[in-house]
Structures are given as structure tokens and as C-alpha cells.
């Protein structure tokens, strides 16, 4: 029996310009579209070692979340720009089946930022 995360047959392409393409050539054709080509702000603020806002990184997500959710896959920004969130979800209930990093790792990141800002607050 296949699974609905593995059986890309059963879906149909998110675009006309995709149809015909295989999963990879569909996210490539995807990133390469949301990623930021040379002299672009965005690849300019990447240059010079400043990551990217959450509001440069939203539009992205959406582009490729569009073509993953028939996939069963999700991306999600975190509080702050440089966490991505990435959901294995059952297609036909919406269940979450996987999530990276799990919600208890986020919360220990949140609960060590806090305390390592009190900690630097405390040295000034």
C-alpha cells in the first residue's frame, strides 16, 4: 500500500508550469523562483552576513508551501526569522505526524534566550 506522502501520482501540480515535473524539479523550480538571485536586496543583505528579515522570508515560505502542501509537507516561520518550523502532516486529517524542531526543543530555546539575555543584562 502507498502512502500519501510518497505517492505523487495521486496529486495534481500547484501550476501549469509545473505539471509534467517531478517532486525535486518542482521545488527547485520553486526555490529558485523564491530565492533571491545576484545584485537583488535580499542577496545583498546575505552577502554581507545580515540574515533576512522575517518579512523577506515570508513570501518565500508561502512559494513553497504552495507546491508542499499537496505533499503533505509544511514550512512555517518561527518568533524570530531564523527558525523555520517544518510539519510532516497527514493529508486527509491534518494530523501532524512530524515536526522539526519538536515543540518541546522550541521551548527550551525560547526558555535559554531568556535566560541568557538576563544573563548579559546582568554583565552591562
Known amino acids: 500500500m502507498t502512502s ?3 505517492d505523487a501520482t495521486s496529486v495534481s501540480p500547484v501550476s501549469p508550469a509545473l505539471q509534467g ?21 535580499l542577496a545583498q543583505t546575505e552577502s554581507s552576513q545580515v540574515p533576512p528579515s522575517r518579512d523577506e522570508l515570508v513570501e518565500p ?6 507546491v508542499m502542501r499537496h505533499y503533505g509537507v509544511q ?8 527558525r523555520i518550523v517544518t510539519r510532516i502532516v497527514d ?10 524542531p519538536a515543540e518541546e526543543v522550541l521551548r527550551v530555546a525560547e526558555r535559554l534566550g531568556e535566560v541568557s539575555g538576563r544573563l548579559l543584562s546582568l554583565e552591562a
Open 91 to 100: 493529508r486527509e486529517s491534518g494530523d501532524v505526524i512530524r515536526q522539526i
Open 21 to 41: 515535473l517531478s517532486l525535486r524539479q518542482q521545488v527547485e523550480r520553486v526555490l529558485d523562483t523564491a530565492l533571491p538571485t545576484a545584485g537583488s536586496a
Open 75 to 82: 514550512f512555517e516561520l518561527g518568533e524570530e526569522a531564523s
Open 61 to 66: 515560505i508561502q512559494r513553497i508551501n504552495e
Open 4 to 6: 500519501p506522502l510518497y
